[in-house]
């Protein structure tokens, strides 16, 4: 069995997917499968990966299923999969051609049962770091205290035990797409924290499509799953004031956004979120405001959220 799964949710991806696939021909090390979760595409994605298949030049696992958003298709993904590692490598994204190699050996050389995984960085296709790098005489962290402890910034490439990212499923709201995936990484570092690793696994693009471009739309296209969301980091053991007020301030929002009338009912601290009301509705009127022009209800899901 291979040593690392390397993930690809997709949706209407085939013009840029071919960068996932002619990155992982690349690697130096080939012990890896590359699954695919085509999460409802219309678009040419399964003719396309099927000629990839044909060629028998690595294991490839495609897997098409009805639209479900990306923590949809991480769900299927983390359910599918078999091998000891993974990593998500996103539909306009690659992988430096000795990525593979280098995590391998670095969990070969750094493997314990008392860490969920390691992380490592993302580059822009010029070779620049994305955000920061992480303090060198740092060993470990949880995700959270990386960000708000020591002020690292900007995407990372999280590569995790595959017997751990199989807990806490992502819940799915009819009609919705999106829900935070560090959902489950906060859950799993309540337990277990992440080796740190100073090297680039990933070559990053933020295309137009991308939910890091359509984050407002985001917030008015899924208000139960923002409402779970800020819902589950309220509740997380971690987080001063600040951090906590802020995300009562979305749960308010996201809230009123949901027509679900018992939400405030549902909050984790009432006075918190009742201190929250004034800015959580004043930002529920930006938000329609902003999102009404392209706003539709009830149309086909076409703005998978990709990062």
Known sequence: MKTLTVF????NR????????????????KDFEWLIIDD???????????????????TINYIYQHNQGMHGAHNTAYERMKTELNVCIDSDDYMPDDAVERIVRFWQENKSDKVCGFVGLDAYSNGNIVGSTFPTELKSSTLFDLYH???????????????????????LFE?????????????????????????????VEYLAD??????????????????FYRKSLMEMPFGNFKYK??????????????????????????VLTIAALCPGILLYGYI?????????PKGPANDYPMA
């Open 8 to 11: 690809t949710p997709t949706y």
């Open 14 to 29: 085939a013009y840029c997917l071919h960068q996932v696939y002619e990155s992982l021909q690349r690697q130096t090390c």
């Open 40 to 58: 409802g595409s219309s678009d040419d994605t399964e003719k396309l990966v099927a000629s990839w298949v044909a060629k028998q030049d690595m």
């Open 149 to 171: 402890k020591y002020g690292v910034t900007g995407d990372k490439k999280l590569v995790y035990r595959t017997s751990l990212t199989k807990r806490y499923p992502y819940p």
């Open 175 to 203: 009609g919705e797409r999106y829900v935070g995936l560090d959902y489950k990484y906060h859950l799993i570092n309540q337990q277990y924290e992440l080796l740190l690793m100073n090297e680039v696994l990933c070559h």
């Open 210 to 227: 991308g939910s890091s471009r359509n984050m407002l739309m985001q917030y008015r296209k899924n208000p139960n799953g923002f409402v």
């Open 245 to 270: 007020y802020r995300q009562a301030i979305h749960y308010v929002s996201s809230g009123l956004m949901s027509k679900n009338t018992s939400w405030l009912k549902d909050a984790p601290s009432k």
């Open 288 to 296: 329609t405001l902003k999102t009404n022009k392209a706003y539709r």
